[in-house]
């Protein structure tokens, strides 16, 4: 927007104790005006911020261990809007352990204390939330053999989610340094996840998502490839509580009816790729999208097929792309 001028300004301050410890601080603030259009991402504007990072490494370790390297990680993050309502303040500490094989294990721990959150009613009011807490661990394998895989998984405690589950496998094999599938898996379960309604309504639900894809990438040669990727995306949400939202932030329980849903979409696509001339392309393109949503609780597991069988979309292309200097 012309009309409008928005200021903003960032600085970090890094301190190199000696080889294996740092340390940074970073403060940053963005008014409601600031907008950066075509020349960046901002994740939000009317935000101030004040972060603080500790990082140790320790790398002594002998040939006998299979260790290569311990990371260590302290953060204090404080959050806050331009009219200075406290969004967030949380505590967290990460350690990670790299092997020689090239594979690592981490894991991390927070807490975050009470706060306002002042987006999710869409400009109804500030909504008011408590404390919360969470632990997470992550492994990734090496990068050697020709079957590698990572994953996680994060337990956490919060007002937007209440007790939630969020895990993630990613497995790959590698036929060759030129063919290659892999299929990634993320689900999430959250038994009381806060959805906005409209106006000053939410509601909670009991709900299951899942986000998977299975790719399969082949490249013939430098001048020829082929990308195949079907993604599907589901979800089921179980009704909980109906809410409104009072005058002071908080939530009030009310006796209106909330009802269940669920979703699922997939989407196809099958992608060849031939290099005509240095910077000039023949693609061949075929995709296919389908998808539902109905008000009605439904078994996450048996989504797939109406979330494959309802078609909204199914092109095939030939596009050409020549540089002619």
Not at 109 to 135: K, M, P, Q, W
């Amino acid at each position: 927007n012309l009309d409008k001028t928005g200021v903003a300004f960032w600085s970090k301050i890094e301190h190199e104790i000696n080889d294996n410890y740092q340390q940074s601080l970073q403060v940053s603030s963005y008014d409601e005006d600031f907008e950066i259009n075509d020349f960046g991402y901002l994740g939000r504007n009317n935000v101030r911020s004040l972060n603080y990072e500790s990082v140790y490494k320790n790398t002594n370790f002998g040939d006998d261990t299979v260790i290569q390297q311990k990371e260590y990680y302290w953060y204090l993050n404080h959050t806050e809007n331009a009219k200075g309502l406290s969004l967030s303040n949380d505590v967290s500490v990460e350690s990670t352990i790299k092997f020689k094989d090239s594979s690592s294990f981490s894991w991390n721990a927070f807490i975050a204390t009470s706060g306002v959150d002042d987006r999710i009613s869409r400009n109804n009011g500030l909504v008011n939330y408590h404390e919360g807490y969470g632990v997470g661990f992550t492994y990734r394998s090496n990068n050697i053999n020709k079957f590698r895989y990572h994953g996680f998984i994060n337990l956490t405690d919060s007002f937007h989610n209440g007790n939630e589950v969020h895990t993630h496998f990613h497995p790959s094999y590698f036929f060759k340094d030129n063919y290659s599938v892999s299929l990634s898996i993320f689900y999430n379960y959250s038994d009381s996840w806060l959805n906005w309604l409209g106006d000053n309504e939410f509601g909670r639900y009991d709900r299951k998502f899942l986000d998977t894809s299975l790719d399969f990438n082949a490249n013939f040669s430098q001048r020829q490839e082929l990308r195949f990727r079907l993604q599907w995306l589901a979800m089921d949400a179980h009704a909980g509580g109906f809410y409104q939202l009072d005058s002071s932030g908080d939530l009030i329980t009310t006796n209106s009816d909330l009802s269940d849903f669920h979703l699922s979409n997939t989407a196809l696509q099958l992608r060849y790729r031939y290099e005509i001339a240095p910077l000039s392309n023949l693609y061949i393109v075929y995709s296919r999208g389908a998808g539902i949503f109905e008000d009605t609780h439904m078994n996450i597991s048996n989504l797939f097929t109406p979330g494959f069988n309802e078609v909204d979309s199914d092109m095939f292309l030939i596009k050409v792309r020549y540089k002619f200097f």
